[in-house]
């Protein structure tokens, strides 16, 4: 059993043994923090694993553990105490790596909450997305349809969004901010992916943010407004199919169970074996002339692999097509964060792009194309790429849409 299918997951947890401590609605008093990081034996293991310490040596984990106690305790904390629970992309890799099995995610989260809430710190840049979500249902303050750019993105995009919204489909999928508003062609070639596959979905003009950034400032009852008001559209459909790591996993862990969520690679990895066994001759020239061109380096997405063991599914699909697929030292439920998210792009963006070249470094050193599925990773990768002439950074599913395309160019459709 796909590990996707078999973990249900207390509300902001990710896992087991000490984590299942976590009251089922997600929340915690001081006493349970307490009781759960007295669990703590301070053996650095975590330490190896942070993305925002092997850059910065500033804001481990134990110091973060170290702050929350104080909090838990109603001790004071100074400014930069508080200012450190955010220098954090919740990337998972310290709760991933903890032999105590702590829910440090959990945790983070909580201390965040605790912030806001009991002494109204928040970073005002943080402050000024949190207002534009509120005022306009994404970060970017962009006004007007939900799905704007993609409309003026070209004929052919046009043509697909006016085609799938309002649907008569049950099932929905979910594009993100990201995907809507700043990697649109990500989003397009979904749309032409999952046709040429016969994956029925629509689009839905209610679509809005998931609140997952609010949620990340700490503003856990501004995000649980937009979990009410979310809800009561999604709960029309069937299956939601999400395009954004960072969605997916906030709706795994913040919405009802009642709805059914699936991310778009699981349903591309296992659609695309029969369209493959469809077209058996152009199939095989693609996986020819793929097996002859230069490797992909893929990089996976925190949020997929680590809480969710979404590890296989897009190398299955690489591999399929002919590709050569060539891995980081560091990948898998092992992997090191791109710097981009737990709201690190808006908080410290120079930090965050310090930690995607980070990565990057190892990167040119192992192939000249890197693909991931996660629109975060794309983003700051892109920005954080100095030398984007000797190392070329993709959505895995660029690379699909076009395998596809030469699919059918082949035989003459």
């Known amino acids: 059993m796909d590990k996707s299918e078999q973990k249900e997951i207390p509300r902001g947890s990710t896992s087991s043994d000490q984590r299942t401590l976590v009251d089922e609605d997600g929340t915690l008093t001081s006493k349970q923090v307490l009781s759960l990081l007295d669990a703590c034996v301070e053996c650095n293991a975590c330490e190896g694993v942070c993305s925002v310490f092997q850059v910065t040596r500033f804001a481990n984990p134990l110091t973060k553990i170290k702050i929350l106690r104080k909090l838990a305790k109603g001790e004071e904390t100074v400014k930069d105490e508080r200012q450190a629970l955010f220098t954090c992309t919740k990337c998972e890799g310290c709760q991933n790596a903890c032999p105590a099995r702590l829910p440090l995610i959990r945790l983070y989260d909580w201390g965040r909450n605790q912030v806001v809430s009991r002494f109204g710190f928040i970073n005002p840049m943080q402050k000024g997305v949190i207002d534009n979500i509120l005022q306009t249902g994404n970060p970017f303050h962009e006004e007007g349809s939900r799905f704007k750019q993609l409309l003026d993105l070209s004929d052919h995009a046009r043509a697909q969004v006016t085609g799938l919204v309002r649907g008569n489909s049950k099932t929905l999928l979910h594009l993100g901010c990201m995907l809507s508003y700043r990697i649109t062609q990500m989003a397009t070639d979904l749309f032409d992916i999952l046709a040429i596959l016969g994956i029925?979905?629509?689009?839905?003009?209610?679509?809005?943010?998931?609140?997952?950034?609010?949620?990340?400032?700490?503003?856990?009852?501004?995000?649980?407004?937009?979990?009410?008001?979310?809800?009561?559209?999604?709960?029309?459909?069937?299956?939601?199919?999400?395009?954004?790591?960072?969605?997916?996993?906030?709706?795994?862990?913040?919405?009802?169970?009642?709805?059914?969520?699936?991310?778009?690679?699981?349903?591309?990895?296992?659609?695309?074996?029969?369209?493959?066994?469809?077209?058996?001759?152009?199939?095989?020239?693609?996986?020819?002339?793929?097996?002859?061109?230069?490797?992909?380096?893929?990089?996976?997405?925190?949020?997929?692999?680590?809480?969710?063991?979404?590890?296989?599914?897009?190398?299955?699909?690489?591999?399929?097509?002919?590709?050569?697929?060539?891995?980081?030292?560091?990948?898998?439920?092992?992997?090191?964060?791109?710097?981009?998210?737990?709201?690190?792009?808006?908080?410290?963006k120079p930090l965050a792009i310090q930690i995607g070249r980070a990565r990057l470094d190892e990167a040119r050193s192992k192939a000249p194309s890197l693909s991931t599925l996660c629109p975060f990773c794309i983003f700051n990768f892109q920005e954080a790429n100095a030398s984007p002439e000797t190392l070329a950074i993709e959505s895995l599913y660029a690379e699909i849409q076009k395998d596809l395309r030469r699919i059918l160019l082949i035989e003459g459709r």
Not at 201 to 210: G, Q, V, Y
Not at 230 to 243: G, K, M, P, S, V
Not at 289 to 302: A, M, Q
Request: with cysteine; glycine share 8%; aromatic share 10%.
């Open 200 to 348: 029925d979905f629509t689009l839905d003009p209610n679509e809005a943010c998931c609140g997952y950034y609010v949620w990340n400032c700490g503003d856990h009852h501004g995000a649980d407004e937009f979990i009410k008001h979310n809800t009561e559209h999604l709960e029309e459909y069937e299956e939601i199919i999400c395009a954004c790591a960072g969605c997916y996993t906030f709706f795994r862990t913040n919405y009802p169970k009642t709805l059914r969520f699936t991310h778009v690679v699981e349903r591309i990895a296992a659609a695309l074996p029969a369209f493959l066994k469809g077209h058996p001759k152009a199939a095989s020239q693609v996986r020819s002339e793929n097996g002859c061109k230069l490797r992909i380096l893929f990089h996976d997405s925190c949020h997929l692999a680590r809480p969710w063991g979404i590890i296989t599914p897009p190398r299955a699909i690489l591999k399929e097509l002919g590709h050569e697929v060539v891995e980081f030292s560091q990948n898998g439920e092992n992997t090191l964060c791109c710097g981009a998210d737990g709201g690190m792009r808006f908080v410290n």
